[in-house]
T-cell receptor, first 116, second 114 residues
Framework: AQKITQTQPGMFVQEKEAVTLDCTYDTSDQSYGLFWYKQPSSGEMIFLIYQGSYDEQNATEGRYSLNFQKARKSANLVISASQLGDSAMYFCAMREKGQGAQKLVFGQGTRLTINP | NAGVTQTPKFQVLKTGQSMTLQCAQDMNHEYMSWYRQDPGMGLRLIHYSVGAGITDQGEVPNGYNVSRSTTEDFPLRLLSAAPSQTSVYFC?????????????FGPGTRLTVL
């Protein structure tokens, strides 16, 4: 069965510093997708970045990048030059190919706090 | 283009009452899903649908029913509410065959069962 583990319940970072949020996953499938979502205090789920298991390059979207280490089964989110608005919950999620995007498995999340 | 909409935003029920959470999307997405989020936890899949007339169970389906009569709508029914169903409910949709099949989430419904 798929499983996502986020081992950092909370992170505190100074503004403008880079931050890495950890995510490890467990799957027996060779083909899968990994997602990161941001949930601000207002509660909505905001898609940040996606990595396919066969993608050779690490995904990047603006200040977000995904450090994908397939052999270690890790998919860490890196936020460069953090901003106060980055304070939120961050969730790592996975779905196996063939399941379709409608079946995501989520980790428990990391609460990121950016200090001025 | 409103994306994914959910009603109501907040709801308080008494144990044993039934209700329907509404979800609609205007993006012509084939896939729709319902998740629940309990305090301090990630989202867990309740039910999902791959198209009109087709639904299936997720990880935590007990106590919930769904139907999908149109592409746009995917209501979630609580048959007999229990305090354990106090949670935030998210509806999501995604496009079949997209290169990055991201799920787009609605704003959520905060449900309290007394």
């Amino acid at each position: 069965a798929q499983k996502i583990t986020q081992t950092q319940p909370g992170m505190f970072v100074q503004e403008k510093e880079a931050v890495t949020l950890d995510c490890t996953y467990d799957t027996s499938d060779q083909s899968y997708g990994l997602f990161w979502y941001k949930q601000p205090s207002s509660g909505e789920m905001i898609f940040l970045i996606y990595q396919g298991s066969y993608d050779e390059q690490n995904a990047t979207e603006g200040r977000y990048s995904l450090n994908f280490q397939k052999a270690r089964k890790s998919a860490n989110l890196v936020i460069s030059a953090s901003q106060l608005g980055d304070s939120a919950m961050y969730f790592c999620a996975m779905r196996e190919k063939g399941q379709g995007a409608q079946k995501l498995v989520f980790g428990q999340g990391t609460r990121l706090t950016i200090n001025p | 283009n409103a994306g994914v909409t959910q009603t109501p935003k907040f709801q308080v029920l008494k144990t044993g009452q039934s209700m329907t959470l509404q979800c609609a999307q205007d993006m012509n997405h084939e896939y729709m899903s319902w998740y629940r989020q309990d305090p301090g936890m990630g989202l867990r899949l309740i039910h999902y649908s791959v198209g009109a007339g087709i639904t299936d169970q997720g990880e935590v389906p007990n106590g919930y029913n769904v139907s999908r009569s149109t592409t746009e709508d995917f209501p979630l029914r609580l048959l007999s509410a229990a305090p354990s169903q106090t949670s935030v409910y998210f509806c999501a949709s995604s496009k079949q065959g997209a290169r990055i099949d991201t799920q787009y989430f609605g704003p959520g419904t905060r449900l309290t069962v007394l």
